[in-house]
């Protein structure tokens, strides 16, 4: 019987969600968990990669069991579970159900502090030259990328990637003056590996006046690297929206 997990976590405690040797991955710690309080190995299938640091409102997993499932075991499986996890529900699905590859759209929140902020330190960028930004310029910046399908620029360098090409269907930033906070969002049907954060990253350059907007279109145009590429750090990056069909 195949089932859908659904579940979030914040991301600062671990080295990603994928498994990896001698590093504690979100995958790992839940595998392990579910593996002991179920009696039987359990291998997840997530609905994409997440980077150390970088955090999920929203995550799907799917996974094989044949099993039945111990009484209260949501509970039991949030008490044993590291606190930075947390299982929202589990549901069976038709047994060629994939969490990955069936998801139809993604969405991202990259959050940033223009003020320090203690209490939020490892979920936001503390960006300390607001003084210097243009915050006109960087709806400009992102609203170029609906114009394209091909996202070369924004991809991390030896990745396994097979195409680079992605469907953007929102890019959309927010300035709170009151609350001293930048908050941009975006969805597509799939994302590259460092996407959002190299384009939050582009858009904060275009803003501080060290890119152009022609920059940006002539690295889109000829799918070339930025001159300047900026990855911004990972903290302030959530998954918060995973669709499919069945779901």
Known sequence: MRYFAELSYHGGPFFGWQKQPNQMSVQEAIEQGMSTILGSPIELTGCGRTDTGVHARQYF????????????????????????????????VGPEAHARYDAVSRSYVYQIDLQKNPFRGDMAYHFPFFGQLDPNLLQPAADLLLEYEEFYPFCKSNTDTKTNRCQLSRVAWEYAPHEQTLTFHISADRFLRGMVRLIVGMCLNVGLGKQSLEDVRSALDHQTRLTRSWSVPPQGLFLTDIRYPYV
């Open 61 to 92: 997993a799917h996974f094989d069991f044949s099993g039945e499932f111990p009484e209260q075991f949501l509970r039991r499986l949030n008490k044993f579970l590291p606190a930075a996890i947390a299982f929202r529900r589990i549901f069976p």
